[in-house]
């Protein structure tokens, strides 16, 4: 008997899936090819992860329900995790700019599919939605506070080459500044005051760790005060937008609950 041909599933017909798996590749790639090993690494497999998990969950869900509306918000907040995660690896020189470009172009199709989705999932019609889409530039990249988060990152990455060999304290820097990018991309995309404002807090703890682990380093006269200054200025400045964002959204939120 010939073996009977595969039967595509669901999630299989679908174009974004094809974008999907390319990009996966691509970020495969530059997992198994970067020089050093840097925490935005295991943030962007996981990431990756987590959209095709949650496309494929919520296209198995019904059209017009919650669950597929709530699986497909899941995968959208992936995207723009893995977005702000190459712009910490091109901070931190383990990829370069064709490649980001690259992977960054693919997440902003895969999001606009996935909202093209959710949409068509709201007015109940099975089906993907192709629209026209302007540069592939996540919204969350025009704030202020995110360009400043990456410049805290760049900063580090020339601090950590002056460190010593395995420091104990480069994992916990490059832990806490990449956690204040990625905290603030995801947070930009949810749609409630308190999704936000719950991941610009999370933002914010790891701006004020970075702080303390400068601190703590000057104070053991394992650096300067006037070498880390720039890098607690940035931090600082971090803070302090992070903070009114969060008390804009609050006062927002009580005028129009």
Not at 44 to 52: F, K, T, Y
Not at 66 to 86: F, P
Not at 105 to 113: A, D, F, P, Y
Not at 243 to 251: D, F, G, L, V
């Amino acid at each position: 008997m010939r073996e009977q041909a595969h039967q595509k599933l669901p999630h299989e017909r679908l174009d974004i899936y094809g974008v999907y798996l390319e990009t996966a590749s691509l970020c495969a790639d530059m997992l198994a090819n970067a020089a050093y090993t840097i925490v935005a690494l295991d943030h962007l497999d996981r990431a990756m992860e987590s959209i095709g998990v949650n496309l494929m969950r919520g296209n198995g869900q019904p059209a017009g329900s919650a669950a597929r509306a709530n699986y497909l918000d899941v995968a959208i907040g992936s995207t723009h995790e893995c977005a702000a995660t190459l712009d910490v690896c091109l901070g931190r020189y383990v990829m370069d700019e064709s490649a980001h470009t690259v992977g960054t172009q693919n997440l902003w199709r895969i999001r606009g599919m996935l909202l093209g989705m959710k949409r068509a999932s709201i007015s109940r019609a099975v089906r993907e939605e192709h629209a026209r889409y302007r540069a592939s530039k996540f919204p969350f990249v025009a704030l202020d506070m995110y360009q400043v988060s990456l410049d805290g990152v760049r900063w580090i990455q020339q601090f950590i080459e002056e460190l010593a060999p395995r420091s104990r304290v480069q994992r916990k820097l490059d832990t806490s500044t990449t956690g204040t990018v990625l905290n603030i991309a995801e947070g930009h995309g949810r749609e409630t005051v308190a999704d936000q404002n719950r991941f610009m807090k999370t933002a914010q703890e790891h701006a004020y760790q970075t702080l303390l682990m400068l601190d703590l380093m000057a104070a053991r006269d394992e650096t300067t005060e006037s070498r880390v200054a720039v890098g607690k200025a940035t931090q600082v400045r971090v803070i302090t937008m992070l903070h009114a964002w969060c008390e804009r959204n609050e006062q927002r939120n009580e005028q129009h609950p």
